[in-house]
């Protein structure tokens, strides 16, 4: 692949980009295409699609220009396009208040679809920081997040890792103590 010249990120800015990576097909596709080109039929094998459900949600992510063709061979006669992402991350807008956040949506999907007997670690922790702790944890796990996708090898099974660090919502007080 064309690793030393790939963008580090794109940043989703318009509607048809969003649309684009809020589908959870179209996630579980960008998950196989994140570390080696893949045909149509192989990103198909990989998500259990059919093919032409497989080719009309790869296309809708290449108009989106989230995935690009990064080869192309011929094989009896006929053009085989290997599909890649089009930068090594995507950044995602900012929900807003009451939004949908898809991406934890999909994370939890992807966890639900996953294997029951499989190895899974999965915790919750409602921390208590100051902002400068919370600036430190945030920084300490992207650069965790970098390093191991720096190790990621194509050829052993995927993985993924979520996390979402935030200040939930605070309520009004008075309304606590009503209930």
Do not use: C
């Amino acid at each position: 692949m064309r690793a030393d010249d790939l963008p580090e990120s794109l940043r989703v800015t318009t509607d048809e980009q969003l649309r684009a990576v809020s589908n959870l097909t179209r996630h579980r596709i960008m998950a196989v295409l994140r570390f080696e080109p893949s045909t149509i039929t192989q990103i198909a094998e990989r998500v259990g699609l059919a093919k032409g459900s497989s080719s009309y949600h790869v296309r809708l992510l290449e108009r989106a220009g989230i995935v690009e063709v990064v080869r192309t061979r011929k094989v009896r006669g006929v053009t085989e396009r290997y599909y890649a992402m089009a930068a090594r991350s995507i950044e995602l807008p900012d929900p807003g208040e009451g939004g949908p956040d898809f991406l934890m949506r999909h994370a939890v999907a992807d966890l639900e679809a996953a294997p029951a007997d499989g190895e899974r670690h999965v915790g919750m922790a409602h921390l208590r920081l100051t902002d400068a702790q919370f600036a430190e944890l945030s920084a300490r796990l992207e650069a965790l997040v970098g390093e191991y996708r720096r190790l990621s090898d194509p050829a052993l099974p995927d993985a993924s890792f979520v996390f979402a660090l935030f200040h939930p919502k605070q309520g009004d007080p008075t309304e606590r103590d009503a209930k």
